[in-house]
């Protein structure tokens, strides 16, 4: 596959979220600004952006206070995420992008 060859799509909020994508943009990006990206399930059922929410004192996490599952599922969801990254950094072309445009491509 050529990187022109790439076409793009929507991802659902909800598809982004159980994905591992909300958590990976938040640990990579919002939390080193101390932000985070929230979504909330409406009355629908439905998932919707809450906002995204500043925290001058910093974000802290304390690992303390999951447990051993939630901690698995946490790694398996920034492995997935990376290895999505990989693929898409292995596409030729990739290396001939711009700065930008990597960033675009990594995130859609």
């Known amino acids: 596959m050529k990187i022109e060859e790439i076409k793009s799509k929507t991802i659902s909020l909800e598809d982004f979220y159980k994905s ?15 932000m985070a990206l929230f979504l909330k399930i409406n009355k629908n059922n439905e998932y919707e952006i809450d906002g995204i929410y500043y925290f001058p004192d910093g974000i802290n996490f304390n690992v303390n206070t999951l447990d051993k599952e939630e ?3 946490y790694k398996e969801k920034a492995i997935k995420v990376e290895s999505e990254l990989n693929k898409i950094e292995q ?3 990739f290396d001939k992008l711009t700065f930008w445009q990597k960033i675009k491509r990594k995130f859609k």
């Open 91 to 93: 596409i030729p072309g």
């Open 20 to 34: 591992g994508k909300l958590q990976e943009v938040n640990r990579r990006f919002f939390h080193r600004l101390n």
């Open 71 to 73: 901690i698995k599922k």
